[in-house]
Nanobody, 125 residues
Framework: QVQLVESGGRLVQAGGSLRLSCAAS????????MGWFRQAPGKEREFVAT????????FIADSVEGRFTISRDNAKSTVYLQMNKLKPEDTDAYYC??????????????????WGQGTQVTVSS
């Protein structure tokens, strides 16, 4: 089992930036591809970004491509989501998670098992 704790969410004005962090503990962090998802109340959880175990391969959702980047520091067992040029439609709870597989299924929430509690990002217009 891996425990994940997200942080960094807050209220920010449109056009601003935030960096979310997700700290892992428990099983070795380097066992896992990591992902970020977001979810609004009453909506399905939406894929945002994923990063490979070694950090060399990332994939970003079209909706945030060019504005968000994902990175990881394996020495700190932490994955980050850098969010730039934020828009009001980016307002959501953001969650990090560990993927079942390094190689497949990681673009969907069903491909992940351990989840953090989420951190709220609110973008004002």
């Amino acid at each position: 089992q891996v425990q994940l704790v997200e942080s960094g969410g807050r209220l920010v004005q449109a056009g601003g930036s935030l960096r979310l962090s997700c700290a892992a503990s428990g099983r070795p962090f380097t066992n896992y591809r990591m992902g970020w998802f977001r979810q609004a109340p009453g909506k399905e959880r939406e894929f945002v970004a994923t990063i490979s175990v070694n950090g060399y391969s990332t994939f970003i959702a079209d909706s945030v491509e060019g504005r968000f980047t994902i990175s990881r520091d394996n020495a700190k067992s932490t994955v980050y989501l850098q969010m730039n040029k934020l828009k009001p439609e980016d307002t959501d709870a953001y969650y990090c998670a560990t993927a079942f597989s390094e190689y497949s299924g990681y673009l969907r929430s069903s491909g992940y098992d351990n989840w953090g509690q989420g951190t709220q990002v609110t973008v004002s217009s």
